[in-house]
């Protein structure tokens, strides 16, 4: 049964320094509060898991926050780099930052074998790219029944999910719609998961194609109004494009983005 | 007529090229920015019907101003139906039901091999470290088709990709079949220049179409290898009022 408390008290029971953690959602949903939170709470060593880790990871990157990174498309979308993800791989900024690569696919499949309690995923993919030479979580397999060669990826476990989603009742049954990116699979392949919330309900009636966690797949929720900005809650939120456009200078430049951090992170006490 | 030429960019010139080179009808997975824009385009002119499958999870997304992101809420909202990450990659692209993947490039080569992962330096430290794969390395492989969008510059177009993040031809004739790649390939570059495709006997990217008023020598400044321009290159129109018109509407929509 999810417990329902704050997001400072979610994050401090859930997330630990050292743990493997994936904040998801594509574009929309994602959990940019929880994110401040940990930084906030000065979490260190983390493995951080995304498939596109955005403005979120680049914050947290660029906190110190994280020792690994496991992605498939390190950009800023529509804008450009994430330019404190690059200093941190050009110039070690402000620690070394390891990464595993993947393709979209092969982050999707990851999850998908991780929810699945599988030890590795199949499919059509890789194939002659230079992303296997990289890591070790890329393979070739041979198809027992074909003889077929395909890739094996590794799943993922992360220790912690985070995700946000529209809706959670007062048992902690979580209901998200619209794009949902690989956000069960993320809950369901992790050992723990925190979900904030844009809306606590009495009753939570399930809509057609929503994705329903039960509250016993879910630790913690949290209820996090506008949790999902500067990326959007459908129903709740629109996207704050013009926050996208704006975090290009401010990251491009050390100074620029420690200010950012003390006055937006360091200097409240919760997300507003 | 003659005002009207002087007042469209190469930038929109390219973008009406790679709309036309869509069929109405197609299933088309198309990236941010350029593919996009011309997706949409395309799909505001002569291919109305054409079907835009967005890597989020949006198929036949019928958006009325372009998205800045992959993501944003109007791809959801318009779409024919919207599904999970997983599902986008495994069911649809993975077993070929898709006929164009449209993609674009940080640095591409003469068998059309894209790098969108380093430049410069060794893969631990690059001197330049870009975004990465996205969906491109399956896009590329299994797509029927693909098309690339890209401005054509020394720096864009080299001989071999650093780093190869989504194949082309590979090493050339006979790689896509050797690596086990079911969909045919890039079938057209286009940049804002023309129009390159690959030479059927040595997969290496010709010029074979370009635009008005670009001529052999512009080509050749701005491309990294030994290109090869047609004898006779396809000369490409310029944009009609109606391309002009529709696209310029996506611009102000923004």
Known sequence: MAEIVSLAEAVASAVHDGDMVAMEGFTHLIPFAAGHEVIRQRRRDLTLVRMTPDVIYDQLIGAGCVRKLIFSWGGNPGVGSLHRFRDAVEHDWPQPLEIEEHSHAGMANRYVAGASGLPFAVLRGYSGTGLADQTSTIKPVTCPFTGESLMAVAALNPDVAIIHAQQADRHGNVQLWGLAGVQKEAVLASKRAIVTVEEIVDELRPRPQAVILPSWTVSYVAHVPGGAHPSYAAGYTERDNDYYVAWDPIARDRDSFQGWLDENIFGTVTHQ | ?254
């Open chain 2, 1 to 254: 007529m003659s005002s009207e030429r002087s007042t469209y960019t190469s930038d929109e010139m390219m973008t009406v090229a790679a709309a036309r080179a869509l069929t109405d009808g197609a299933s088309c997975f198309v990236g941010i920015g350029l593919p996009s824009a011309a997706a949409n385009l395309a799909r505001a002119t002569h291919a109305p019907s054409l079907v835009l499958i967005y890597e989020s999870g949006a198929i036949g997304a019928k958006p009325d101003r372009l998205p800045l992101s992959i993501g944003d809420g109007i791809l959801a909202e318009t779409a024919d139906a919207v599904i999970s990450v997983p599902e986008i990659f495994n069911y649809w692209l993975q077993p070929g039901r898709i006929d164009v993947g449209f993609l674009g490039a940080a640095q591409i080569d003469k068998f059309g091999n894209i790098n969108t992962t380093i430049v410069g330096g060794d893969y631990d430290h690059p001197k330049v470290r870009l975004p990465g794969a996205g969906g491109a390395p399956e896009i590329a492989a299994s797509s029927r088709e693909v098309i690339v969008i890209v401005r054509q510059s020394k720096r864009t177009f080299v001989e071999r990709v650093e780093f190869v993040t989504s194949v082309g031809y590979g090493d050339g004739p006979g790689s896509r079949e050797r690596l086990g790649l079911r969909g045919k390939g890039p079938q057209k570059i286009i940049t804002d220049l023309g129009i390159l495709t690959p030479d059927p006997r040595t997969c290496e990217f010709t010029m074979t179409a370009l635009f008005e008023g670009v001529t052999r020598d512009n080509v050749i400044e701005r491309t990294g290898w030994d290109i090869q321009v047609a004898a006779e290159p396809e000369l490409i129109g310029p944009p009609t009022a109606a391309e002009l018109t529709a696209l310029r509407k996506f611009d102000a929509n923004k």
